[in-house]
Every structure is written in structure tokens, then in C-alpha cells.
């Protein structure tokens, strides 16, 4: 039992460092622009050092999902997380953007064997009510750290902003949990057919998996306006300083951690696609409110409406996919879930950045809050065809 403690620490503890590491620079995004007048682009550019680790974690994932079905889920996530280390706080030393946008890509691929691997430990020590558990608590903490993170960084970022790179020095506390913590899964080890994927007797539920892969990418695509864009809208609405812009993305992070913990209670009561639902128009309204904002309180309602849609989201298409992944293949369609996640993210900015460039930053979270209102209502749709014609049902 108490084995099996540190062990579920340590994979939560590996998942808090993944969406921290690209949201705790959030905050510092404007002063690094400042910091560097004349390269050229540099708007686009100063995103990009959040974005492109997204980006990398994407082209990572897969890679990685494939090394830890072949080599072992432990010395994967041991090496990744020296990587972290060494990438995340190269930032602290480094003069060139064009060399923190080289560091942050190295980041991005450290992130993606950390998560892929965090998550497939999840499918494998853990099963029905418990990996729904875990599932919840994964993205709780994930979410918790950012919200952390983010208000820490907004602070330090109204005074340097290179200070927030020493937090990544947090990935030193975490090596000794998985070295104690995490034992290899036996019975998880590459043992098909050199054929993969097409091997006799194996099902790959790709109509699924398909869903589950699109489904994650418009989510992160959409909802990641928050964490990139949310300093840039405040100003806009008359509402300056790195820190505000800070605390309101720690208030969307950890509404969304309190409703990812309720996951397990919301899965035995409702359908998939209930679930779904209700994330996507809450998220929407969030957005909306956010953008026609005149005050802090407005902004804060706004992050707290959308926390609550966010919540639920990533937990369900999680254990959604997990429930239906061979084991076998399952970190490889982990990785590709991993993929599509962050692609969702890196994607985001060259959705909103244009949109805001004709219509203005409030322009921008309004047509997404709509956007994200629309899916959710094809989702009540959806809901309503399973009541009568049956579908993705509860054990999904």
C-alpha cells in the first residue's frame, strides 16, 4: 500500500511539471517582447517561445509513446525529467530569442515523454473507478500547477522577466519520487508481432480513436486563448500589469482543478457526452464574458466559468481513450492523443493572433467563446441521440 502511495504521487507529481512548464511564462510574455524591439516579428516570435514547446511536445509524443512500449515506461520519464531541467532553465543564461526558441522546443520534447509516459502509467496501474480517479487527478494537478505557477511567474515577471525560468529548477524534487516511486509494469513490455499495429488478433478502434484525436486538438486549439492571450486582451479592456493577467489564469487553472477532481463523481452520473456538453458551453460563456469585460470582477466570473467547463474535458477524453487502447498499443495512442493535444495548443496563436489583428482581442475570445458554444450544443445533440438510439454510452 504505501509503495502504491508514492508510486501515485510520483506519477502526479511528473504530470504537474507538463502544462506549468509552458503556462509559468505566460505572465512574461509582454516583457520579453519588450526586451526585444527590434528582432523582427517579434510578436509572433515571443508567443512562440510558449508555443513552440507545445509544438514539440507534439512532434515528441508519438516518438515517445513508441520508446515506451519497446524500452519501458521508467527510463523514459528518468531521462526526460534531466531534460526538463537542463531546458527549462536555460532561459536564465541565454541572450538570443532565437536561441530561448531552441531551448523551449528541447523543453517541449521533454514534456512530451514525461506526460505520454505519466499517462500511460495511469492505464497501466489503474483500473475502472481508480483510473477514472487518477484521470481527474492527473489533470487536477496539472492545472493546479499552472495556476501556481502562473501567479508566481506574474509576480516575478513585473520584475525581471527571466525570473520565472528558476521555476523549472521544481523538476530536482520529482527525479527521487519516480527513482522510489515507479517500478516497471511487467506485463506491459513489447511482446506483438514486429507487424505493430496490424498484428493478428490486435483491434484498433480507429473510428475512436479518431474522434477522441479531433476532439482534443479543437479543445486545446480554442481554449488555449486563455494562457497565451489573456495578457494581451487585459490591456485592451483597460486592464494593465503582468501579475492581474497572472491571478486570472490561476483563477481559470484552479477552478478547472476543483472540476477535474469531480470527474469520477460526474462520470457515474452522466453520459460522455453530457459531460462534453457542458464543458464546451461553459467554456464558451467564460470566453464571452471575458471579452465584453469592464471590470476585474467580469474577467475573474469569466475565468471561472471557463474553468469549470475546462475541467471535466480533459479527464473524460483521457480515460475515454485509455478505456479503449489495447494494451499493447496503449503508449503509442497515448502519444498520438498527447500529439494532438499540444499540436491543439502550438496551433492556437495562429488561429487567434490574426482574427485579433482584424477584430481585436475581444474580438477574438468572443468568436471563440461562440465557437466553443456551438460544439457543445452539437454535443446536446448527441446526448439526446444516445438516450434514444444508444451510442457512446457510460462505459465509453
Do not use: C
Request: charged share 10%; proline share 5%; net charge positive.
Amino acid at each position: 500500500m504505501a509503495h502504491s502511495g508514492l508510486r501515485t504521487v510520483a506519477i502526479l507529481a511528473a504530470s504537474s511539471l507538463t502544462l506549468f512548464a509552458m503556462a509559468a511564462v505566460a505572465p512574461a510574455l509582454p516583457a520579453i517582447e519588450r526586451a526585444y524591439p527590434d528582432v523582427p516579428d517579434v510578436a509572433l516570435l515571443t508567443r512562440m517561445v510558449l508555443t513552440i514547446t507545445a509544438l514539440f511536445i507534439a512532434l515528441s509524443a508519438p516518438f515517445a509513446g513508441f520508446l515506451i512500449d519497446r524500452i519501458g515506461r521508467k527510463p523514459v520519464l528518468l531521462a526526460a525529467l534531466a531534460l526538463y531541467l537542463v531546458s527549462g532553465t536555460a532561459a536564465i543564461w541565454l541572450n538570443e530569442l532565437r536561441d530561448i526558441l531552441i531551448s523551449r522546443a528541447v523543453l517541449g520534447i521533454a514534456i512530451g515523454m514525461i506526460l505520454t509516459t505519466a499517462t500511460t502509467l495511469i492505464g497501466d496501474f489503474y483500473q475502472g473507478e481508480s483510473r477514472n480517479r487518477m484521470a481527474g487527478a492527473q489533470i487536477a494537478v496539472m492545472v493546479l500547477g499552472v495556476a501556481a505557477g502562473t501567479t508566481l511567474a506574474g509576480f516575478l515577471a513585473d520584475t525581471d522577466w527571466r525570473l520565472p525560468f528558476y521555476m523549472y529548477l521544481i523538476a530536482v524534487l520529482v527525479v527521487p519520487l519516480v527513482l522510489f516511486g515507479i517500478r516497471e509494469p511487467e506485463t506491459t513490455l513489447q511482446t506483438e508481432s514486429p507487424r505493430g499495429l496490424f498484428a493478428p488478433g490486435t483491434r484498433f478502434p480507429v473510428v475512436r480513436v479518431g474522434m477522441i484525436y479531433a476532439l482534443i486538438w479543437l479543445s486545446l486549439l480554442s481554449t488555449f486563448v486563455i494562457p497565451s492571450q489573456t495578457a494581451f486582451l487585459l490591456p485592451e479592456i483597460g486592464i494593465p500589469g503582468a501579475f492581474i493577467a497572472g491571478i486570472s489564469i490561476a483563477v481559470f487553472n484552479v477552478v478547472g482543478a476543483a472540476m477535474a477532481m469531480q470527474f469520477r463523481r460526474l462520470r457515474v452520473r452522466f453520459d460522455n457526452n453530457v459531460i462534453l456538453a457542458g464543458s464546451f458551453v461553459f467554456l464558451g460563456i467564460g470566453l464571452l464574458l471575458s471579452a465584453s469585460a469592464e471590470s476585474i470582477p467580469q474577467v475573474m466570473l469569466g475565468m471561472i466559468l471557463a474553468g469549470f467547463g475546462f475541467g471535466p474535458l480533459m479527464p473524460a477524453l483521457n480515460a475515454w481513450l485509455l478505456s479503449v487502447a489495447p494494451v499493447t498499443l496503449r503508449g503509442r495512442l497515448v502519444g498520438g492523443l498527447t500529439f494532438f493535444q499540444f499540436l491543439g495548443m502550438f496551433a492556437s496563436p495562429f488561429y487567434s493572433q490574426p482574427v485579433a489583428d482584424i477584430v481585436g482581442m475581444t474580438g477574438a475570445f468572443a468568436l471563440t467563446g461562440l465557437g466553443q458554444i456551438t460544439m457543445g450544443l452539437a454535443f446536446v445533440g448527441a446526448a439526446i441521440s444516445t438516450i434514444f438510439f444508444g451510442g457512446m454510452g457510460k462505459r465509453n
